[in-house]
């Protein structure tokens, strides 16, 4: 009955455009039809992440046709997809209604493709086209069609929980660049300190400051040290240095996104509390008015 009444007050057109917006467009809406969406194109873009790999393979010809056919059948859908987000992306992005038609109809689309998961989709999209619009070989193809990686990145667009996390690194990006930097800047001035501790004494191993920089960052994330170590007294306290370092400011990214991350979960549970709220409110009044 409520479907009835939204499409004679929306219009057939208008009505069948807000339930696509609602199941296609991330975040639109919870419904039934919304998370099913959301979970096959999930397992689309783990089935296409999986079919890059898998061709790398010596299979059988006729498995190659099977997964190529597939992936060409995955690539369609998304192409479906990202062309019913361009046409809903006015309901993303309302336009002004002072601007002209034309302005109203492109400012949205445009707005929608300079997103980064609009461009996200769009690159996981165009590689593979490109061998039907170029000829084989050209501009490094199959280098090219590696894009198709990004597909993975489309996984936080449907999922709530990537999705928070992204949230929270776009929230937090100041204090983690702030971070970043400090450790930049510290990597630079110890390795510095290296390359003058070390460079008399082992002058094969630490020929410049580059290979004491990548000395540095090797110790700093404790990846190794590509079998050489600091012998000399000053290498030896900076080195330690160095590895305390890395332990402390490592853990520092961790920690700010930890507690963003529970921020943004506490303002969700606030806001769904919020919302429960005054739909408790309406009902209420809505029965007083039906009362009288």
Not at 11 to 37: D, H, M, N
Not at 142 to 156: D, G, N, W
Not at 190 to 216: C, G, R, T, V
Not at 219 to 225: C, L
């Amino acid at each position: 009955m409520e479907k009835i009444v939204s499409v004679k007050k929306e219009g057939t057109y208008a009505w069948i455009k807000r339930s696509v917006y609602e199941i296609v467009q991330p975040g639109a809406s919870s419904s039934r039809l919304a998370l099913i969406f959301d979970f096959a194109i999930m397992l689309l873009i783990v089935a296409s992440v999986a079919i890059v790999f898998m061709v790398t393979f010596d299979l059988p010809p006729a498995v190659m046709e099977v997964l190529k056919k597939t992936e060409l059948g995955i690539v369609v859908v998304f192409a479906f997809e990202y062309l019913l987000r361009l046409w809903t992306a006015d309901l993303r992005y309302p336009p002004k209604q002072e601007q002209c038609v034309v302005l109203r109809i492109i400012l949205p689309r445009l707005r929608y493709m300079v997103s980064v998961m609009a461009i996200v989709d769009l690159l996981a999209i165009l590689p593979s086209f490109l061998p039907f619009i170029l000829p084989e070989g050209l501009l490094g193809i199959r280098a090219l069609r590696l894009i198709r990686l990004v597909r993975i990145f489309k996984v936080t667009q449907h999922s709530t929980t990537l999705s928070a996390i992204s949230a929270v690194i776009k929230d937090k990006a100041k204090d983690l660049l702030a971070v970043l930097f400090f450790m930049a800047l510290m990597l630079l001035f110890l390795s510095l300190l290296m390359y003058a501790a070390e460079h008399d004494a082992q002058p094969d191993k630490f020929e410049n400051a580059i290979s004491a920089l990548w000395w540095a960052v090797e110790t700093f994330t404790k990846s190794g040290t590509r079998g050489f170590h600091p012998i000399t007294t000053l290498g030896r306290v900076i080195g330690s240095i160095v590895s305390v370092l890395g332990i402390c400011l490592i853990a520092i990214p961790t920690g700010i996104i930890s507690s963003g991350l529970i921020e943004h979960l506490n303002r969700k549970k606030a806001n769904a509390g919020g919302e429960k709220h005054e739909a408790a409110e309406l009902k209420e009044e809505e029965g007083e008015t039906d009362g009288k």
